[in-house]
């Protein structure tokens, strides 16, 4: 049984987190070698909910005695997880250099930065997967049966996160894989509804995994709400959708259909182009539609310059 003071699991979550990413981190920092790192974040949210799932349980183990909401969230991280490993080790190994480190692979410290951050990343992201785990959340110990409206509509959300996530990426990498398309921004499909939907299914994700957790939750472990908390900000204001919306606004904002396209495409929440493009300003906005997205005053590279066909130049 863990300590009293670790009765979450929470430290060996850490210890654990630390030592995967500081082992990758050397492997990685010795050979400069990208395709470590998705790998290593990807896996190492697998083995924590896995981890804390067998040590929240009540031994001898036996079927019967399984908690079932402690079973479908870890089945869940792990589902995501593995989907989640297998595109991003794909994609790696496809292009081959990660331009997120070309600055950093070959200073020690400061890639270190980017390992720490990654740690970080998993061991809050994680927290509510942690404290449902908990033994002493456990419904043996009081907490509610699993099949209430929490977690139905948890499971919901995160089928629709999956869902929306799986395809969004799918289709931005049969796009890209069209040579046609090369030099145009990817507008098919969900990409015709949200300019970013895959991050769209990684919030709705975390939302869900809170929201199963919620059963559970006591006085200080509602700290779980770090998790979609961190996920939305990170990928709202951080290093997902103000890079990336800068770069295409660098790459196309002197073209006009580039112009339209984002105009009438929600940002975030997929809707209809005649919906949004027709909404008022300030609902816009409570839509995640901020001025930190827009960047069209930097356009201007040749690679703007209009072709016969837009979708083939580069």
């Not at 809170?210 to 709202?236: C, D, E, G, M, Y």
């Not at 009438?264 to 493009?277: K, V």
Request: glycine share 6%.
């Amino acid at each position: 049984m863990p300590a009293v003071w670790d009765a979450s699991n929470l430290g060996i979550s850490a210890l654990v987190t630390v030592g995967m990413q500081t082992t990758f981190y050397c492997i990685a920092a010795y050979y400069q070698f990208d395709k470590l790192t998705d790998f290593a974040g990807g896996t190492n949210f697998i083995v924590v909910a896995v981890l804390t799932f067998f040590l929240g349980q009540k031994y001898p183990l036996q079927w019967n005695t399984i908690d079932i909401r402690k079973a479908v969230v870890t089945s869940m991280i792990c589902l995501w997880g593995a989907r989640l490993v297998t595109y991003l080790v794909y994609r790696i190994l496809k292009i081959e250099r990660d331009n997120r480190f070309d600055e950093m692979r070959h200073d020690p410290l400061k890639f270190a930065v980017f390992w720490v951050f990654q740690a970080a990343w998993v061991f809050i992201v994680s927290l509510p997967v942690m404290f449902v785990n908990a033994p002493n959340n456990s419904i043996a110990n009081g907490a509610p049966k699993f099949g209430n409206a929490r977690d139905i509509a948890g499971i919901c959300l995160f089928v629709v996160g999956l869902l929306v996530e799986t395809v969004a990426d799918l289709q931005k990498n049969s796009y890209r894989n069209n040579p046609d398309n090369r030099g145009h921004w990817c507008d098919v499909g969900l990409w015709s509804w949200s300019r970013h939907p895959n991050y769209f299914g990684e919030i709705t994700i975390w939302s869900s995994v809170f929201l199963i957790s919620t059963n559970v939750l006591k006085r200080w472990q509602w700290t779980a709400v770090l998790s979609p908390v961190f996920t939305a900000v990170l990928l709202l204001f951080v290093s997902g959708m103000p890079i990336l919306e800068k770069s295409a606004d660098r790459k196309y904002g002197n073209r006009e259909d580039y112009l339209s396209y984002k105009k009438s495409t929600s940002p975030l929440i997929p809707l209809p182009p005649s919906i949004f493009q027709n909404l008022p300003q300030p609902v816009k906005f409570i839509l995640f539609e901020y001025p930190m997205y827009n960047n069209t005053e930097a356009a201007g590279s040749p690679l703007n310059t209009p072709t016969e066909n837009p979708r083939k130049y580069s």
